[in-house]
């Protein structure tokens, strides 16, 4: 696929979190948040992680955009070996979600990644992080607010979050009657285009699809191991 890993961090003995914020600051200057989607989107991929027995276990699917129907999905286990460390979470997860990336032999036009995007105190979540590592358009799609505010001004199905004036995000109810999803730009798409293509890859549950069933396979995978 070309992907080339950017991850522009390596740990020494004098990483610092201090450090860590800075350089995610500068990476946030490079995030485009303009929409540079095709017209017409032919595959969607998902992203999504899960840990055991001190492995991290990265998954991406890959689904037509119009049917949602599965077209490949690809697992890769690495040694965990990046601690958590909230507001860092990227630093650890985009190793094995790079991994199970560059495995896949159908390319997708976007990638929804569970995480957040631009949406995050340091402007680069792991969505944006990613898209950034791998060039590609991203989307964070998160379960819950890290940051900012909900403006109850939504005139579009959702509702602007802001953080010191500053619209990052949205709150989205893709299902009545659930709970809302945020979502951000990751890389290379505007918010608006973001919350579309969330939205058509929603189906019966709260959690688009690629996403979902990322995290389907991502917890088979824990349990095979945890057995």
């Known amino acids: 696929m070309g992907f080339e890993l950017r991850l ?12 860590a914020h800075m350089m995610q600051r500068q990476l946030s200057k490079q995030v485009i ?5 095709p017209k017409t989107i032919k595959y969607v991929a998902g992203v999504d992680l899960a840990y055991a027995k001190g492995m991290s276990v990265g998954v991406a699917t890959v ?3 119009d049917s949602l129907s599965l077209v490949e999905s690809q697992v890769a286990c690495l040694k965990t070996r990046f601690p958590y460390i909230p507001t860092l979470l990227s630093f650890r997860e985009i190793p094995p979600a790079y991994s199970a ?12 990644v569970d995480g957040q995007g631009f949406a995050h105190p340091y ?24 940051c900012g505010k909900v403006e109850p001004v939504g005139e579009h199905g959702w509702l602007p979050l802001t953080d010191r004036g500053e619209i990052i995000g949205a709150e989205v109810v893709t299902k009545p009657g659930t709970k809302p999803i945020y979502v951000s730009v ?12 969330v939205m058509q890859c929603t189906r019966s549950y709260r959690i688009p699809e690629p996403i979902r069933r990322a995290h389907m396979i991502a917890g088979e995978e824990k349990r095979n191991r945890l057995t």
């Open 63 to 65: 689904l037509k955009f």
């Open 123 to 146: 402007r680069l979540g792991f969505a944006t992080h990613l898209g950034l590592a791998i060039d590609k358009p991203t989307i964070g799609v998160a379960k819950s607010l890290l």
């Open 33 to 37: 948040r303009e929409n540079q989607l």
């Open 101 to 112: 990336i560059k495995k896949l032999q159908t390319e997708p036009d976007v990638f929804l």
């Open 186 to 197: 990751g890389h290379r798409v505007s918010l608006k285009r973001a919350i579309d293509v």
């Open 8 to 19: 522009r961090v390596k740990l020494s003995p004098r990483f610092s979190i201090k450090k």
